[in-house]
């Protein structure tokens, strides 16, 4: 596409959030800051594609996550993927968030292990048809990347999160941010032993999941 001035990119955060946490939310704020995003789009999705299948249900997990970003104004939570039906592919979404802000680049946060695997999702060499993608890493933190992958980041990476601002899609952004030792795993584990992860949750998802008793079960 045409190289355009001052774009006002919207993040796009997909997940199982299977539960939402507060490394997710953290996340979210550390783009938007730093790669000047109007709003971050939370999408639970439906049923993964490369991922364990969820112990919360759909609505479950849509629930919590519009309980985690109450008080974000700038977040918002999306029920495309749920109300898709069926597997779950980022393209798809894509594809139907792009008729929604056709002006406004989509920005698909990655964490780096999530871009590694890239070369595994359907119709991946698509992505950056219709989306930048920021990879999100955690200092330190050095993983691998498959041939394909290191091709792909090699022609479109950018080193300025304003670059994202002055095209529809097309390019990486690696943004490095401090560790967020918080893991849906370890939560879940918490809660079958009994433990209060108050730390991790919000509180209203933390008392949703009580009320719900979604994680509790020994068998989970």
Same mark, same amino acid.
């Given at each position: 596409m045409t190289a355009t001035n001052n774009l006002t990119p919207i993040g796009i955060l997909g997940g199982t959030f299977d539960p939402i946490h507060l490394g997710h939310i953290k996340i979210a704020e550390a783009t938007k800051q730093k790669c000047y995003l109007k709003k971050i789009i939370f999408i639970p999705c439906n049923i993964p594609a490369h991922r364990y299948k969820p112990i919360a249900t759909p609505a479950q997990r849509l629930k919590m996550t519009?309980?985690? !970003?109450? #008080?974000?104004?700038?977040?918002?939570? #999306?029920?495309?993927? !749920?109300k898709r039906a069926g597997t779950s592919f980022m393209l798809d979404t894509l594809?139907?968030?792009? @008729?929604?802000?056709?002006?406004?680049?989509?920005?698909? !946060?990655?964490?780096?292990?999530?871009?590694?695997?890239?070369?595994?999702?359907?119709?991946?060499?698509?992505?950056?048809?219709? &989306?930048?993608?920021?990879?999100v890493n955690r200092a330190g933190v050095k993983i691998e990347l498959p041939a394909p !992958?290191?091709?792909?980041?090699?022609?479109?990476?950018?080193? #300025? &999160?304003?670059?994202?601002?002055?095209? @529809?899609?097309?390019l990486i952004y690696q943004l490095h941010i401090d560790p967020i030792p918080i893991s849906a795993t370890k939560i879940r584990q918490q809660l079958r032993d009994g433990q209060t992860p108050i730390d991790t949750l919000a509180e209203n998802v933390y008392n949703y999941i009580r009320k719900k008793e979604i994680y509790y079960d020994q068998n989970t």
């Open positions: 519009q309980l985690a !970003i109450k #008080d974000h104004p700038n977040f918002i939570v #999306d029920d495309r993927e !749920i594809k139907s968030l792009k @008729q929604d802000y056709p002006d406004n680049p989509l920005v698909l !946060i990655l964490g780096l292990d999530a871009f590694a695997g890239l070369d595994t999702w359907h119709q991946w060499e698509k992505l950056i048809d219709y &989306a930048h993608l920021v990879v !992958i290191k091709t792909l980041l090699q022609t479109t990476e950018v080193f #300025d &999160a304003k670059a994202l601002q002055t095209k @529809q899609n097309g």
